[in-house]
């Protein structure tokens, strides 16, 4: 069980620094796109990693659920992530 | 429609859908379209375990039955039956890739409720085994209350059980058809439905169920190692840039140095058959009709298919790989600058070969804006067809440069077509105003071999829709051209006039030996005589006609039968020019044209053919619209003439300012 600490600075998974660790708590963005963020898996509760930035600095790519997932910065600040609590990085 | 039972596949993009598809059909698979849209309907044909024949739809990928693209939508009406084409499926396979389970098991808990008979199939268990992850398929199956049977598409593993298993489904009798939504699933979605957010808890409720399920059935394991240090290299600032420049360079290298000579043996290869079949004809129009009417059109159609096989390999490879998906990461931020999407890339990358595989390839482009913009600058990419006009024209008028600069003048059409793509996106962007840039979702699937027959199939399947689709316009164009070329026919006093005018300034040139004068001077009457009579045709007609309009750029009457001639595919004016010419066909005898050329004299005796004309007429080349076979694609694609005429309009007048600023300069 790998425990890490949210910084607590990390307010949505833009935020989060190259290999940091969040926890979902809210999805924001228009009806179509919070739609599909939450289909994608993005629901509160939802552990998940920044994995890497791409080269020109954006998109970036995400690790939850067992899979990568690309978004560009502008949909990742509409995922808003816990804070302070100590989270669960990856499922034991 | 038949009355045949149907079975729709459907699953994530990526799941290994297609490999299961063609482990289930075999060959007997046809690609065709959703009437009215451009999404791909890939329908196979199995026998059922009574030997009924049944079909088998593979659906494009969706990641829910709620749409968000042209792709998904297709799935998602044809599983809810509302495709007046295309009959409700009596039974549904949901794909789901093992090691993405949670996903997968999201769009399952959709399917269960559309109440058809579901089968599960749960592919890349051999991917999910290596990473440790385990999942137990009679727990799962137990939860779904329907079938699970774990495959291994390629080899062919556990097909014959699922086979078996949607035979039960079908006779309904397994205990399983859809009997309905598992009761913990309608609970958890019931319990969060409490909430005042109804996405939230329907989707959330789902994964709950979800969350549930796997922690019952599945041991889950680490992330894919390999795919997580190729991306670290392959995602890298530098070295995946770098790699990146490396893979797109080696793939323009291939398609110039593999397809170019490959190109020319189609063709000719092509024509020696029309001229070996109709050897024992009388001269005359049925003969000239099946040679370069219907012959030349085969053959300006069979010319594109090295391009645009080599390009489909490269795609497919690149695409099962898992690559493509990469390059749009790498490329979005680029090209959302420009108002386009990390998905505009392959379709953009596409139009190299040929913008009508390019502008296909919009479809997977989730925003109708960003697609429409796509779709707008693709042609502005320098395809295969203009290749031997540039070609032709720099070794023509830049022979005394030597060959590393005629390589980058080359380069620089190819730039000068990208940068007016850039800007045309951009400008459309501004005008049309800049809503909120389009989302950017993108799934990275993790890195695997691709298996070779599968990209052969691909590659075969993409080569013929393109064939039907382009080779068509391409065929019956060229037949067009091929009229208007040749009639109205000079009148046999003209013949009379043009031959003695002939015979009074003919020479043999020095070096003909005597026992072969009488040949060469027949051919060069014969030559001679075709150029005249083009001048006589339609064509001729019409080059004299828009000669006003394309005078400012530098351009005489004669290119303007090119232009004409150009109209049914680009590459067609390099051999229209050699008809006016004089120099027959100039397949294998480039040479001579570009002599003739050189030679061409305006009445006061000053060249036609500058180097201003010729950078002129490249210029033309590079931004001009005149593929007819492309304005046909637009619009069936986009649904009306708007946006074909808007391209096409716009297109030509851009490269006509284009090229009367660069004549003006040069000249
Ligand atoms: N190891 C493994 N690879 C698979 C399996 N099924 C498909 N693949 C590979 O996964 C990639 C994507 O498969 P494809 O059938 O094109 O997926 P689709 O996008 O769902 O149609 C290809 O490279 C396939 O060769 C499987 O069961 N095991």
């Not at chain 2, 790699?243 to 360079?249: K, N, R, S, T």
């Not at chain 2, 370069?292 to 159609?301: K, L, N, P, R, S």
């Amino acid at each position: 069980m790998v425990i890490k600490k949210a910084m607590s600075s990390s307010h949505t998974l833009a935020d989060l620094p190259k290999g940091g660790t969040g926890t979902v708590a809210t999805v924001g963005g228009d009806p179509r796109l919070r739609r599909r963020l939450l289909e994608m898996g993005l629901t509160p509760g939802c552990p998940l990693t920044l994995v890497r930035r791409a080269p020109l600095g954006d998109p970036l790519v995400f690790n939850l659920r067992g899979y990568d997932l690309s978004l560009r910065s502008a949909e990742a600040r509409l995922v808003g992530l816990t804070t302070g609590n100590l989270v669960a990085g990856i499922r034991p | 429609m038949s009355d045949l039972r149907t079975i729709a596949l459907a699953g994530n993009p990526n799941c290994g859908k297609t490999t299961l598809f063609n482990a289930l059909t075999g060959l007997r698979q046809r690609v065709a379209n959703y009437p009215g849209i451009t999404v791909e309907k890939k329908v196979g044909q199995i026998r059922l375990g009574d030997g009924s024949p049944a079909e088998v739809i593979d659906l494009p990928g969706t990641y829910s039955l709620v749409p968000t693209s042209p792709d998904e939508q297709v799935a998602a009406e044809v599983l809810f039956g509302q495709r007046a084409d295309t009959k409700r499926p009596d039974a549904v396979v949901a794909v789901i890739d093992a090691s993405t389970l949670a996903r997968g098991l999201f769009l399952v808990s959709q399917l269960l409720e559309l109440d058809r008979p579901l089968v599960v199939a749960l592919t890349m268990s051999d991917i999910a085994a290596r990473r440790g992850i385990v999942v137990d398929d009679r727990a799962l199956e137990a939860a779904l209350g329907v079938p699970v049977i774990p495959v291994v598409g390629h080899k062919g593993v556990g097909v014959a059980a699922l086979r078996s298993a949607v035979d039960r489904a079908l006779e309904g009798n397994s205990g399983s058809t859809g009997a309905g939504v598992p009761k913990a699933l309608a609970k958890a979605i019931a319990a969060s439905s409490t909430s005042t957010d109804p996405l939230l808890s329907e989707i959330g409720g789902r994964y709950a169920w979800i969350d549930a399920l796997m922690a019952a059935s599945v041991r889950s394991g680490t992330k894919s190692h390999l795919t997580e240090r190729v991306d670290g290299f392959l995602l890298h600032r530098v070295f995946g840039l770098g790699f990146f420049a490396l893979i797109m360079g080696s793939l323009f290298i291939t398609l110039f140095t593999l397809a170019a000579p490959l190109m020319d043996a189609c063709s000719s290869g092509v024509a020696a058959l029309g001229h070996w079949l109709t050897a024992s004809m009388a001269d005359g129009d049925l003969k000239s009709l099946i040679n370069d009417g219907i012959f030349a059109g085969v053959g300006g159609v069979v010319v594109f298919i090295p391009q645009i096989a080599l390009l489909f390999l490269f795609l497919s490879l690149l695409e099962d790989s898992g690559y493509l998906a990469r390059a749009a990461v790498l490329m979005d931020r680029l090209l959302c600058k420009v108002g386009l999407h990390g998905k505009s890339f392959i379709p953009l990358l596409s139009a190299f070969a040929c913008a009508i595989p390019g502008i296909m390839a919009t479809r997977t482009i989730d925003s109708r804006r960003e697609r429409l913009i796509t779709i707008l600058v693709a042609p502005f990419l320098s395809c295969s067809a203009r290749l031997p006009v540039y070609a032709l024209l720099i070794a023509a008028f830049f022979h005394h440069l030597p060959g590393w600069q005629q390589g980058l003048i080359m380069l620089a059409l190819y730039l000068l077509g990208i940068f007016a793509a850039f800007a045309v996106a951009w400008l459309a962007t501004k005008i049309r105003g800049r809503v909120a840039s389009t989302p950017f979702i993108l799934e990275l699937p993790s890195y695997k071999l691709p298996q070779p027959r599968q990209v052969a199939l691909q590659v075969w399947q993409n080569a013929s829709a393109f064939l039907t689709k382009a080779g068509t316009t391409i065929f019956a164009l060229s037949i067009v051209i091929w009229a208007i070329t040749t009639y109205p026919k000079p009148s046999a006093e003209r013949i009379t006039a043009d031959t003695s005018t002939f015979t009074a300034h003919w020479q043999a040139p020095a070096d003909t030996p005597a026992d072969k004068l009488a040949e060469v001077r027949q051919d060069a009457l014969d030559k001679a005589l075709a150029g005249k009579a083009l001048e006589t045709s339609i064509a001729g007609h019409l080059g004299h006609f828009i000669e006003p309009a394309i005078a400012p750029l530098g351009f005489d009457w004669k290119m303007g039968i090119g232009l004409v001639g150009a109209f049914a595919a680009r590459e067609v004016f390099v051999s229209t020019l050699g008809i006016v010419y004089a120099v027959g066909d100039p397949g294998d005898a480039t040479d001579g044209l570009q002599a003739e050329m050189l030679a061409d004299r305006k009445p006061d005796g000053s060249p036609v053919w500058t180097t201003a004309v010729a950078t002129s007429m490249l210029v033309w080349f590079v931004l001009a619209m005149q593929c007819i076979s492309t304005t046909a694609v637009v619009r069936r694609e986009t649904g009306g003439w708007t946006w074909p005429l808007l391209q096409l309009g716009g297109m030509n007048v851009l490269a006509w300012i284009a090229c009367l600023i660069t004549y003006r300069i040069l000249a």
